[in-house]
């Protein structure tokens, strides 16, 4: 932070709620700042140890007694402000193996190791940059307000979203046990559809739960001008890739949200060799557990029945499996979704305040709802396209980037207004004064 930031800080404080917006335009620049800092430097799930230190700086700046390394690269800033409820508010820190193809001049150029030792490029093409910038401006601005609100912030930055693992780290290693304990936990996540200056919302599920599936499909290789010596693996592989896609349209409720994609189709070496082995990997969301059940046991008796009409026997049928603890929906608390929601609409006008239908994609938000205190959750999702951009899509027919796409970017300037002010409200209302 520049030194002259830093007084500004200091000396800032908000007296009314309409100062809220001039305190977030004084902060805006030296936030850009960040945002840019963020996005030119993204790190992978368990990598973030740069990003991680620089939050943990960032906010021990505004007052918060900060704790490092907590379930990996996750930080926990504690703020204290007499009796009263405790809020969580959550941020996350990781990027993703893009090659960011973008022409501003703070684009990633970033590459690394993954952990299998490949080269990778790296972007932040999920939005955690923004989010990270907001968590960090929020913060500012509730240090700034403490005559406006009392009781606790517990401020989080977690890694690894990406790989579903680190709320599950974070709380494995006693976010709720050390720090104290919240009574609503708030996060924000960027929407690669909605425009900036509005926000979007769903009540009760609001993510998807997600499994990663493995399946080995097996067989007997040879000469491919000889299949009849054979069992041939991409034939059985190319069956099952089309019968899955029975499960959604065939086997579930016709309104049930299911996807089953098959990501991966991995195998042979040359043209004239019928090989042993094909992988898949696939992805699967649902919204309910009984959905979940059904799709997995519906992939297992797939494979299953398709390898035995095969002709295989039973030790060389499709091997599935599991991979990972999966991510579990993200159920919105329908009293807590209510609260935060009117607070928004009464400051930004019940135009920008969008319902949305539940999205298919994995969040591990989820998993601060899932321990035993059944703490309620509300994670919204913030608005970053410019609206002329939207109106140009819907124009030419041509589809906006959407999140994880090396094209995606966030419009940082009223992203960053929006999301710090829609958070902060947020967390005042749930720490009212009386
Ligand atoms: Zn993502
Ligand atoms: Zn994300």
């Not at 939005?127 to 240090?143: E, F, N, P, V």
Request: aromatic share 6%; charged share 20%; with cysteine.
């Amino acid at each position: 932070m520049n030194p002259l930031v830093f007084v500004t800080l200091l000396t800032a404080s908000l007296h009314a709620a309409d100062s809220l917006d001039t305190f977030i335009m004084e902060q805006r620049p030296s936030l850009i700042q960040l945002y840019e800092h963020l996005h030119a430097h993204p790190e992978l799930s368990f990598h973030e140890e740069k990003t991680s230190a620089r939050m943990a700086e960032e906010i021990r700046k505004t007052g918060f007694e900060v704790t490092e390394k907590v379930g990996g690269f996750g930080v926990v800033a504690v703020l204290k402000n007499g009796p009263g409820r405790t809020v969580l508010v959550r941020t996350d820190l990781d990027g993703l193996p893009v090659r960011e193809i973008g022409s501003v001049p703070y684009a990633s150029k970033t590459t690394t190791k993954d952990d299998a030792g490949n080269e990778v490029s790296v972007m932040h093409a999920c939005g955690h940059d923004m989010h990270m910038t907001c968590w960090i401006g929020a913060a500012r601005a509730l240090a700034a307000s403490k005559d406006q609100w009392k009781g606790t912030l517990v401020f989080i930055a977690q890694p690894a979203e990406e790989r579903g693992m680190g709320a599950l780290a974070m709380i494995k290693d006693g976010l709720f046990q050390r720090f104290p304990k919240p009574d609503v936990c708030l996060a924000l996540h960027c929407d690669s559809s909605l425009a900036t200056g509005t926000v979007g919302f769903t009540s009760g599920p609001a993510t998807a739960s997600t499994d990663t599936v493995d399946i080995v499909v097996k067989g007997i290789g040879g000469h491919g001008a000889m299949p009849n010596m054979t069992k041939d693996p991409i034939v059985l592989a190319s069956q099952i890739v089309l019968a899955l896609q029975t499960i959604d349209s065939r086997e579930l409720h016709p309104v049930e949200p299911v996807v089953v994609t098959v990501g991966k189709f991995n195998g042979g070496t040359k043209h004239n060799i019928i090989p042993d082995k094909v992988e898949l990997g696939l992805t699967v969301r649902t919204t309910s557990p009984e959905a979940r059940e059904q799709v997995l046991d519906a992939i297992k008796r797939i494979c299953r029945g398709l390898g035995i009409a095969a002709g295989l026997p039973e030790n060389l049928l499709p091997e599935i499996s599991l991979v990972g603890p999966g991510t579990p929906t993200v159920n919105n608390d329908p009293a807590l979704t209510t609260r935060v929601t009117q607070v928004w609409a009464d400051a930004f006008g019940k135009n920008s305040i969008v319902e949305h239908k539940p999205t298919m994609a994995g969040e591990d938000f989820s998993r601060y709802t899932m321990t035993p205190e059944k703490i309620p959750v509300f994670l919204a999702w913030l608005g970053t396209v410019a609206p002329e951009k939207i109106e140009q899509a819907k124009a030419s027919g041509t589809i906006l980037p959407s999140l994880h796409s090396p094209f995606y970017r966030p419009e940082p300037a009223p992203s960053i207004t929006f999301g710090i002010k829609a958070m902060t409200l947020a967390v005042m209302n749930e720490l009212k004064r009386d």
